[in-house]
């Protein structure tokens, strides 16, 4: 069989596997090669596999909203397929076609999960599954404003690299500005996102917080480990610009 895990294991390139979290490396990408193989065989593209992935993470926040155990854990769960899913678009569009608009596709659904899973889980936390913060307004703002936090960052870092692009000539996307401190910027961030946010232990994390209920104490930190990255990466792209210079 062509398209068979081992094809798209050996498919992988060099720097996606340096890239990697540890648990992106040794868990959900390995999961990911026999379900981009089932995937195949079902006649789905990345797109739609994607496109799929997104539905997931509309359903895991959706499963927060309830105050029952077995919702969150089963919410955990499709975030964990989410994952899978993640990787699985991209061993399709690697090893099988790429196809229009894929990076856009393939973006909704983080920005989904980015957007929706923090503040459902600070719902989670207000509505009994809390440590400190039962029934307190506040934990779901929290939780709110993790993920805010999260998606702004990214959101400013791609708008500035366009512009970047832009101001350098560059239309095809085919290469970086020119700006050695930007990107590693954005490798610290992409590292620290792999290990610590959902591609790494968050989920986990996610998990044992739904089972014994501390779900504010898990808000409360991606809230400061989000907000953090927010003010840094806000802080070297502000400063970049010039824009507060005479």
């Known amino acids: 069989?062509?398209?068979?895990?081992?094809?798209?294991?050996?498919?992988?390139?060099?720097?996606?596997?340096?890239?990697?979290?540890?648990?992106?490396?040794?868990?959900?990408?390995?999961?990911s090669f026999y379900f981009s193989a089932l995937f195949y065989k079902m006649g789905l593209t990345a797109n739609r596999v994607s496109f799929l992935g997104t539905i997931l993470a509309f359903a895991a926040a959706g499963l927060f909203l309830f105050p029952f155990t077995g919702c969150w854990i089963a919410g955990t769960v499709l975030c964990v397929l989410w994952m899978i899913m993640d990787c699985a678009d991209g061993n399709l569009a690697r090893g099988v076609a790429k196809q229009p608009y894929g990076e856009f596709i393939d973006a909704c659904g983080s920005y989904t999960i980015v957007a929706l899973v923090l503040p459902a889980v600070g719902f989670a936390a207000y509505n009994h599954g809390s440590v400190f913060f039962n029934e307190s307004p506040w934990i779901i703002l929290i939780g709110a404003l993790g993920g805010i936090a999260d998606a702004l960052a990214r959101l400013y870092f791609q708008k500035f690299a366009n512009e970047k692009m832009r101001r350098d000539g560059i239309t095809d996307g085919s290469e970086q500005p020119e700006d050695a401190k930007i990107w590693r910027m954005k490798a610290i961030y992409t590292r620290m996102q792999g290990e610590i946010g959902i591609p790494g232990l968050m989920l986990p994390f996610l998990l044992f917080a739904s089972i014994f209920r501390f779900l504010d104490i898990f808000s409360i930190f991606y809230f400061l480990f989000y907000g953090a990255n927010y003010l840094v990466s806000f802080a070297i792209l502000i400063h970049k610009t010039k824009c507060l210079k005479k």
């Open 1 to 31: 069989m062509r398209y068979s895990p081992k094809y798209f294991r050996d498919n992988l390139p060099e720097y996606k596997k340096k890239e990697a979290s540890v648990a992106v490396r040794f868990f959900y990408r390995e999961a």
